[in-house]
């Protein structure tokens, strides 16, 4: 079955720290993974997916096979960085997401 | 241009009433889904439409929940004598289908029963 785990509820990091947000997947296909992002008072967007292999607003999530990962990283955190990161699994018709994790980046 | 539309953004509303949520998706995303966003929960996934198709209702929860799509564009959710446990953030989003991971999301409507 298809599953989507993120372990970490809230984290919270110093301004200017590197940060990493875990995702682990459970999929039996080959997957296609994406990361969502939802700042205060606004609607989910998507930020990035594994297949474009991009950097956005300098995070980056490369997909691990081997150890069934796809973790958030930004080696500087920023103020604005601050929102709610949903990792998601690309089923047949629909995204499978992970119950979210709070980042917090205190200044 | 204009993104994804829902209504109402809030309603609350009694236990055993039945409610109407509605989801105006992008003009030319064919494909729209539901979902709903508990308290500590992650996206739960509701129901897929994908054009003049047969829609994929795996992800309703019990038969009080039904959704229709009207000419491939507005889609109403509706949730028949609601319990407390109804209660969360429904959200709709769509996309392109040959994109189904690419996913615009509206706003929400924050579903409260009393």
């Known amino acids: 079955a298809q599953r989507v785990t993120q372990p970490e509820k809230l984290l919270s990091v110093f301004k200017g720290a590197p940060v990493e947000l875990k995702c682990n997947y459970s999929y039996s296909g080959s997957p296609e993974l994406f990361w969502y992002v939802q700042y205060s008072r606004q609607r989910l967007q998507l930020l990035l997916r594994?297949?474009s292999r991009e950097s956005i607003k300098g995070f980056t999530a490369d997909l691990n096979k081997g150890e069934t990962s796809f973790h958030l990283k930004k080696p500087f955190a920023q103020e604005e960085d601050s929102a709610m990161y949903y990792c998601?699994?690309?089923?047949?018709?629909?995204?499978?997401f992970g119950t979210g994790t709070r980042l917090t980046v205190i200044p | 241009g204009a993104g994804v539309s829902q209504s109402p953004s809030n309603k609350v509303t009694e236990k055993g009433k039945d409610v109407e949520l509605r989801c105006d998706p992008i003009s030319g995303h064919t494909a729209l889904y539901w979902y709903r966003q508990s308290l500590g929960q992650g996206l739960e996934f509701l129901i897929y439409f994908q054009g003049n198709s047969a829609p994929d209702k795996s992800g309703l929860p019990s038969d009080r929940f039904s959704a229709e799509r009207t000419g491939g564009s507005v889609s109403t959710l509706t949730i028949q004598r609601t319990q407390q446990e109804d209660s969360a953030v429904y959200l709709c989003?769509?996309?392109?289908?040959?994109?189904?991971?690419?996913?615009?999301f509206g706003p929400g409507t924050r579903l409260t029963v009393t």
């Open positions: 998601a699994l690309s089923g047949a018709n629909n995204l499978f």
């Open positions: 594994h297949i």
């Open positions: 989003a769509s996309s392109y289908p040959s994109a189904p991971g690419e996913q615009y």
